[in-house]
């Protein structure tokens, strides 16, 4: 499956544009559900360094996604466009 996840307030605490406290068991879950062939696509509000700064920090906690805030690794993100992805599970 490819399940789609929210950053702030869901594998950390909210304090955009912080980066807040590691919610328990995030990347615990996240790490078998890879383990498990799942895709997981980091589905953000974040753009920019702030999101460049999630993902390193995802990466350093053992996360590497399929997609950040696209539905496959390479889709071309139009910046005009909503950020809706395409998922079978969405995590907020």
């Given amino acids: 499956m490819k399940i789609a996840v929210d950053f702030d307030g869901t594998i950390v605490e909210h ?3 912080k980066i807040g406290k590691i919610m328990p068991f995030a990347f615990g879950t996240l790490s078998e559900l890879q383990k498990l062939g799942h895709q997981i696509i980091l589905w953000t509000y974040r753009s ?3 999101l460049e700064e ?3 920090f995802c990466r350093k906690n053992g996360i590497e996604f399929y997609a950040v805030n696209k539905s496959y690794p390479d889709e071309i993100y139009d910046e005009s466009l909503s950020r809706k992805i395409y998922a079978d ?3 907020d």
Avoid: L, S
Wanted: cysteine-free; aromatic content about 16%; glycine content about 8%.
């Fill in 15 to 17: 304090q955009y544009p």
């Fill in 48 to 50: 920019g360094r702030e």
């Fill in 54 to 56: 999630a993902v390193n």
């Fill in 89 to 91: 599970i969405y995590i």
